[in-house]
């Protein structure tokens, strides 16, 4: 069973900066994409960003693009990060870390291609 947390949420003034982090560990194996989404109250979760492991690909929403950066600790994936610079008062939401063991299914863009999701972390943009 894969586990995956998120950590680093909270609150910042809007042009602010978060780092988020995600954990996330199946030994012996590791995950093979980990991707962030978000959820606004009342909004349909939102593609993020995405990893893949030993760096094959990342990929970002056209929302958060040039604003978010997304990295890992190592190849394996196991520490992902989600720096987020300018921070909008739209940025708010619950952010979500989830992972998959093999390929996307459905795109590495798509909720339904992870198994696996942390609790959320909650990101509030606000003057």
């Known amino acids: 069973q894969v586990q995956v947390a998120e950590s680093g949420g909270g609150s910042v003034q809007p042009g602010g900066s978060l780092r988020l982090s995600c954990v996330a560990t199946?030994?012996?194996?590791?995950?093979?994409?980990v991707g962030w989404f978000r959820q606004a109250p009342g909004k349909e979760r939102e593609f993020v960003s995405a990893i893949g492991s030993n760096g094959r690909y990342v990929y970002y929403g056209s929302s958060v693009r040039g604003r978010f950066t997304i990295s890992s600790a190592d190849t394996k994936n196991t520490v992902v990060y989600l720096q987020m610079d300018n921070l909008k008062p739209e940025d708010t939401a619950v952010y979500y870390c989830a992972a998959t063991l093999s390929r996307p299914r459905a795109g590495e863009r798509e909720a339904s291609s992870y198994d696996y999701w942390g609790q959320g972390t909650q990101v509030t943009v606000s003057s």
């Open positions: 199946e030994p012996p194996y590791s995950p093979y994409t």
